[in-house]
């Protein structure tokens, strides 16, 4: 039988959905360490939303792969974490049970879709918390709310246990308020899963150490474009220069298919959505009205109560892109750019080691600001190109813009967890 942990923290931000106020814990790295869980993570018999009214109730009969590997290395699971509804946002709006509010500034969106995780690290109810990244969503709340958080190497973490939105290019992730907190939380989620055939059968991740001397660092100059807040780009830039104070070399560089990237990721991810999300049905998922209907009508009624406008919005749109007539305009040509973005990736890292940019291409947004779903969608421009690659990211914190957090984003080779992790320490503590 483990120890026991209580937590009592208030939660002014809403960034959790379900709290646990007593947790066992046992022996391990993570030992007594209270740790946060999105809430699209399987967790037996503590309630599993994914922010959804039609979720709202599920207990999962089983802990995801991720989970399992907590509670062997002692961690005290506190609660789930809110997010926007099944992952679909950039702000943690879409949630059913309210928006998260951001820790740095209360009247701005914590970013997300795991804007409950960092919230929750960001505010000190948490050391840790684990997030799931499928364009963004663990870089993007670390840049709003001014923590760390890494989007692991597709197939470097299990998907076993992980509530889908797209398939192809969703990671569960760590979120925690420096770079060795995060690297210990990934050290322990990271591992060869057989139930999840996208898993990649590696060497356990090496021990952490501040090394960026002699590095090579690109900087595309599409990843200051339009549309990037200057403010934010001259924070960023500083950032860059500190990179270049410690020993790496910067090398600006071109990456011309950060055109295509945006509209490629939003049309194989939305297609990958309304195809999983279709087992919400009020049979297999999802309550059953009370009353007898056709079954159209009653299919109808379901989806309509239960999912949001926004979830609703990209099944709309993904089932679209694959219907008869249009999936090869559509959806293969995303596949297409895809591979072109893939193409750029390898081609860059040819001759740099990583590439350096923005998290995001503004602060936090103001709570309310994202009625209009396309600009939410433009704020994903400098993250999905790491997703449609399936290449590790991390954003740490590099100073302020309007009084608000600021990210820089290190992107690295496949299965560079490690050297990423070390640039980003050597940044943070400023040693070479």
């Known amino acids: ?76 699971i506190v609660g789930k974490t809110n997010m926007d509804e099944f992952g679909m946002g950039t702000t943690t709006e879409s949630s059913a049970f309210g928006p998260t509010l951001n820790p740095a500034d209360p009247t701005r969106a914590p970013g997300g879709s795991s804007g409950g995780s ?12 684990l997030g799931t990244d499928t364009g963004g969503s663990i870089r993007c709340p670390a840049s709003f709310c001014g ?6 190497t597709y197939g470097r973490v299990s998907r076993y246990g992980l509530i889908a939105y797209a398939n192809s290019m969703e990671q569960i992730g760590p979120l925690a308020g420096n770079v060795r907190d995060c690297a210990l939380l990934y050290s322990v989620i990271a591992g060869y899963d057989p139930r999840d055939g996208t898993s990649l059968d590696l060497p356990a991740p090496a021990p952490l150490k501040a090394e960026i001397a002699g590095k090579r660092i690109g900087v595309p100059a599409e990843f200051f474009g339009e549309g990037v807040d200057p403010a934010v780009a001259k924070t960023v830039q500083s950032g860059i220069d ?27 991810s939305m297609s990958e959505a309304s195809s999983n999300l279709g087992r919400y049905d009020g049979v297999r998922y999802g309550t059953a009205p009370d009353f007898v209907r056709s079954w159209h009508d009653a299919y109808s009624h379901i989806r309509k109560s239960g999912f ?65 779903p396309l600009s939410m969608y433009l704020a994903d421009i400098l993250t999905v190109p790491a997703n449609l690659a399936g290449v590790p990211a991390i954003s740490v914190p590099c100073g302020t813009a309007h ?8 992107i690295g080779k496949h299965r560079s967890e490690d050297e990423i992790l070390s640039a980003a320490l050597a940044f943070e503590e400023g040693s070479v």
């Open 147 to 152: 923590i760390v958080g890494l989007k692991p």
């Open 1 to 76: 039988m483990g120890s026991r942990y209580s937590f009592d923290n208030p939660d002014p931000h809403n960034a959790f959905i379900t709290i646990c106020r007593e947790a066992e814990y046992g022996e391990g790295p993570l030992s007594g360490i209270p740790v946060a869980v999105k809430d699209n993570i399987s967790t037996a018999g503590i309630e599993t939303t994914c922010g959804s009214n039609i979720l709202k109730g599920y207990i999962p009969p089983y802990d995801a792969h991720v989970i399992t590997h907590l509670r062997s290395a002692g961690a005290a």
């Open 308 to 372: 949001g406008e926004e979830v609703r919005r990209r099944i709309l749109l993904g089932s679209f892109a694959l219907s008869a007539g249009y999936q090869g305009k559509y959806y293969a040509k995303a596949q297409a750019a895809r591979q072109m973005v893939r193409n750029d990736f390898a081609r860059l890292f040819e001759t740099v080691d990583m590439l350096a940019g923005p998290t995001m291409p503004c602060v936090a947004l103001p709570l309310g600001e994202t009625s209009d």
């Open 242 to 268: 500190r990179l270049e104070g410690l020993g790496a070399e910067i090398i600006s560089c071109s990456m011309p298919s950060m055109q295509y990237a945006l509209a490629a990721y939003y049309v194989t």
């Open 403 to 410: 009084n608000l957090p600021v990210g820089l984003q290190l």
């Open 118 to 129: 960092a919230a929750a690290v960001a505010s000190g109810m948490v050391q840790m918390a």
